[in-house]
C-alpha cells in the first residue's frame, strides 16, 4: 500500500483496487483524533495499521471511518480496521444495510465498455471473508461531523443509493467516493463508473462542483489538489455534453 502525504493533515492510502483517506485534527504528535475516509477492501486492516505506525500514530487514535458507500473496494476492510481501532463506523442510512451485512447490495447498471475493466477490478480484489461490521451510525443528507471544523455530509445517489461525499468547507476539502474519479491514463477528472443510475450520478457531479473545493479526493484516481471547483465543472459539463451527443464521453 502507498502512502502519499497531500496536506500536512491529510494522507491518500492506496490499496491495488480504490483508496482511503486519513484526516488529523490537532497538532501533529498528539492523539487528538484521526479520521479514515473508507477503509480499503478485505484484509486492509493490518496495512492500514502498518501506515499509523508509519506515521506515528497508534491504532486507538482513529476516532472513525466514514463511508462513502459499500461497494468492496471501500467498505470490505470497515470490520477488521474497526475491530483494531475499535473507531465508530459511518455510512449513509440507505447503504448501512449492505455495510452491516443485513442484505446485499444491488449490482451496478454496466454501460458495455465497463464490464472489461469491472472484471479487471474484482479479480484484483481479495476475497470479502473479514466480515462486517455489527455497529454502523447511519447519516443522512446534512449531517455535520466533529472533524475538520466541521465536515458536511453531502448525499449524492447514483454510483449507489447511500454514497455520499465528505466536504470540509474550513479546509476546501472534498472526498468525493466515486461519484468522481480521475483517469489512470492522464489524470483527467471524470464522472465515476460502475453505477446504479448514470444521470444520477452526472447531477451529483454538478452538485459537488458548485461547493467548489480547492482539493479533491476521489475513491479511484490521482487527487486534484488546487483548483478542484474549476475541475469539477469541466467534466461535468463535458460529461453532459457527451450524453446530449449519445455517446458516453469515456
Excluded: K
Aim: glycine share 12%.
Amino acid at each position: 500500500m502507498d502512502v502519499i502525504e497531500l496536506l500536512p493533515r491529510l494522507h491518500l492510502l492506496r490499496f491495488p483496487v480504490g483508496q482511503a483517506y486519513l484526516w488529523r485534527d490537532g497538532r501533529a504528535g498528539t492523539d487528538s483524533g484521526l479520521t479514515l475516509i473508507d477503509a480499503g477492501p478485505a484484509g486492509s486492516g493490518t496495512p492500514i495499521a502498518e501506515a499509523l505506525a508509519a506515521l506515528g500514530h497508534r491504532p486507538r487514535d482513529v476516532r472513525r471511518v466514514v463511508l462513502t458507500h459499500f461497494h468492496e473496494d471501500h467498505a470490505g476492510g470497515a470490520a477488521e480496521v474497526a475491530a483494531l481501532t475499535g473507531a465508530e463506523v459511518l455510512a449513509h442510512r440507505l447503504d448501512a444495510p449492505h455495510v452491516r451485512g443485513e442484505v446485499p447490495g444491488p449490482r451496478p447498471v454496466f454501460e458495455d465498455w465497463e464490464r472489461p475493466l469491472h472484471e479487471r477490478a474484482v479479480r484484483l480484489l481479495p476475497p470479502p471473508d473479514f466480515g462486517h461490521p455489527a455497529e454502523v451510525t447511519e447519516l443522512v443528507d446534512g449531517d455535520v461531523l466533529d472533524l475538520g471544523g466541521g465536515a458536511h455530509v453531502v448525499h449524492v445517489p447514483g454510483h449507489t443509493h447511500g454514497s455520499i461525499a465528505l466536504h470540509l468547507p474550513r479546509h476546501g476539502v472534498l472526498f468525493t467516493g466515486d461519484t468522481v474519479a480521475a483517469s489512470p491514463v492522464d489524470g483527467t477528472v471524470m464522472p465515476g463508473v460502475f453505477n446504479l443510475d448514470r444521470r444520477q450520478v452526472l447531477s451529483a457531479c454538478r452538485r459537488l462542483a458548485a461547493l467548489d473545493a480547492d482539493v479533491a479526493c476521489f475513491g479511484h484516481g490521482d487527487p486534484v489538489t488546487t483548483g478542484a471547483g474549476r475541475a469539477m465543472r469541466a467534466a461535468a459539463e463535458a460529461a453532459l455534453r457527451a450524453e446530449g451527443d449519445g455517446t458516453t464521453g469515456h
